[in-house]
């Protein structure tokens, strides 16, 4: 079955930039999108079809998608991102996640 | 404003049967795919799988498949994930999340508030 694997944990200073990747077999051939998780609460979409950005979601978040690396980038990090980031794609009509990487923001 | 809202927290025994729902409202029902996602504790996102309002079409998940069925009736928005017999491994928070098809994927939003099933002896 494919797989998506994320750093379980990255960690940023306020101000700087996060970059959290998530791999996978040919991952550029297929469309990435990114959901933000704070505790308690229901997951939200951050990036979609690799890079596009949902209404709402701030400028800061951006994504990339190539070879076999997808990744969420946040420049200018603030607290309120610190969450657990999980990216998704999918394979042969079945939704795939990867395992989530907690971003502490320090 | 395009909304999921998912019933209530269950606490059900081991062996007993269980139906989920997940209610649309402010879009055209039949419009979103819905995809039901299962979160243990502690842990991460896993697709179970969807429903095409449409037409009730269905894909699961391997790794569900066989264990849970989804639904939909049409008539009053909403779909449904069901279980004829838990385990207590069925513990955990389960998300409805609506999708449209575009360019040969699907992302996930809006989501539910999610619906917390216990089941325990």
């Known amino acids: 079955s494919y797989e998506l694997t994320q750093p379980p944990s990255v960690s940023v200073s306020p101000g700087q930039t996060a970059s959290i990747t998530c791999s996978g077999d040919?991952?550029?051939?297929?469309?990435a999108s990114w959901y933000q998780q704070k505790p308690g609460q229901s997951p939200l979409l951050v990036i979609y079809?690799?890079?596009k950005r949902p209404s709402g979601i701030p400028e800061r978040f951006s994504g990339s998608n190539s070879g076999n690396t997808a990744t969420l980038t946040i420049s200018g990090t603030q607290a309120m991102d610190e969450a657990e980031y999980y990216c998704?794609?999918?394979?042969?009509?079945?939704?795939?996640f990867g395992g989530g990487t907690k971003l502490t923001v320090l | 404003d395009v909304q999921l809202v998912q019933s209530g927290a269950e606490v059900k025994k081991p062996g007993e049967s269980l139906r989920i729902s997940c209610k649309g409202s402010?879009?055209?029902?039949?419009?979103?795919?819905i995809s039901w996602v299962r979160q243990m504790p502690g842990k991460g996102l896993e697709w179970m799988g969807r429903?095409?309002?449409?037409?009730?079409?269905?894909n699961y998940s391997p790794s569900f498949q066989g264990h849970v069925t989804i639904s939909a009736d049409n008539s009053i928005s909403t779909a449904y994930l069901q279980w004829t017999s838990l385990k207590a491994s069925d513990s955990a928070m389960y998300y409805c999340?609506?999708?449209?098809?575009?360019?040969?994927?699907?992302?996930?939003?809006?989501w539910g508030q999610g619906t917390l099933v216990t089941v325990s002896s």
């Open positions: 999340a609506g999708g449209v098809a575009v360019a040969g994927t699907v992302w996930f939003d809006p």
């Open positions: 402010g879009y055209s029902f039949t419009t979103y795919w």
């Open positions: 429903i095409a309002p449409s037409d009730s079409y269905t």
């Open positions: 040919k991952l550029g051939d297929k469309y």
């Open positions: 079809q690799d890079y």
């Open positions: 998704q794609a999918w394979d042969s009509s079945t939704a795939v």
